[in-house]
């Protein structure tokens, strides 16, 4: 029992720091000066407990019209421009089903959008995750009933203020 104990113990450590090593990255330049005739989206991830206890936890894949633009990891944020439009928005912790969503933007104008937990589940669990993972703002809908209940990370869409505000408190990749 002890050996099969310690070997559960090694996986866990290995699990973890593997983890630890997953790192935020964009695959759009992030120095780029804003265009006028663009809309920015930023793509926000609180630190939460995770990042407040000095970890983080694994990285969640964004996508903006079925296209990877980055993936996150818990205190960071990235931005992408596009035209004025609808896109299709999904993010993807690996761990669980994809949460797929649409935003339509116009030029000139600034999005935030947070990556969270979940909401979906019993008070205090929704609590406990949000307070280890974070996820600020209104909840964007999920493009399917399936999507909403079985994804590990959702988003959620901030005002521009608080959008700025929490911003101010995360790193660039």
Known sequence: MTGHLSRALSLLAVALLLTACAATSALEPQTKQRDGRMARIYFLREKGLVGAMGTTAGTADVKVAGKAVGALRNG??????????????????GVSLPYETEIQVEAGQVYYLCLGATPYGPPGQVLLNQAYAGGSGTLMPPRSG?????????????DASSGAALMAQLQAP
């Open 76 to 93: 960071y944020y990235l931005f992408v421009d596009r035209p004025a439009g609808t896109y299709d928005v999904s993010v993807n912790s």
């Open 146 to 158: 399936l999507s909403g209940a079985m994804s590990g990370t959702v988003l959620y869409r901030m």
